[in-house]
């Protein structure tokens, strides 16, 4: 009987000390990943200026958002002047997508007349209906537009 306890005793001290093991190393595994982040520094010139934009992007259709992207804008923004690159970013918690978009200045961004941004928009929807199989609209709709100072 004495044994049984013993063990009973040693596996719950096992038990308590490994789940203690996983939630320290959730917590402090996740400080690392925004530690390295953080020091991640990328040389912007001084007047440059990023282009924030947010887009409502299902789970099940990330893929199909990914190669609309690649399709319309992708080529567009690589011929055009002032433009610095860019970063797509996904949250599955929140199905969203960002995309940072840098440009030389916020005068060459806003140079770019509306009329060839509605054109590679009318792209952009097109290969993201044909992708998702929806028959009108954008599946990929604008839900957050801003700009930010690099520091």
Do not use: C
């Not at 990328?42 to 924030?52: C, D, L, Q, T």
């Not at 958002?65 to 860019?86: I, M, N, T, V, Y």
């Not at 054109?119 to 929807?125: A, C, I, K, S, T």
Request: hydrophobic share 40%; net charge negative.
């Amino acid at each position: 009987m004495k044994t049984l306890r013993t063990k009973y005793f040693i596996e719950k001290i096992f038990s308590f000390l490994l789940l203690s093991v996983i939630f320290i190393s959730t917590i402090f595994g996740n400080v690392k990943n925004i530690q390295a982040e953080s020091l991640l520094k990328v040389n912007f010139p001084k007047e440059s200026i990023v282009e924030h934009l947010k887009l409502d992007v299902p789970k099940k259709f990330k893929n199909a958002w990914l190669k609309a992207e690649e399709g319309s804008w992708e080529p567009w923004l690589l011929k055009q002047d002032g433009f610095l690159g860019r970063q797509l970013f996904w949250d599955p918690k929140e199905e969203e997508a960002t995309l940072l978009i840098g440009w030389e200045s916020r005068a060459v961004w806003k140079s770019i007349s509306q009329t060839e941004i509605n054109l590679v928009q009318h792209d952009f929807e097109k290969i993201a209906r044909k992708e998702t199989g929806e028959q009108s609209g954008n599946p990929f709709p604008l839900i957050f537009e801003g700009e930010l100072n690099p520091e």
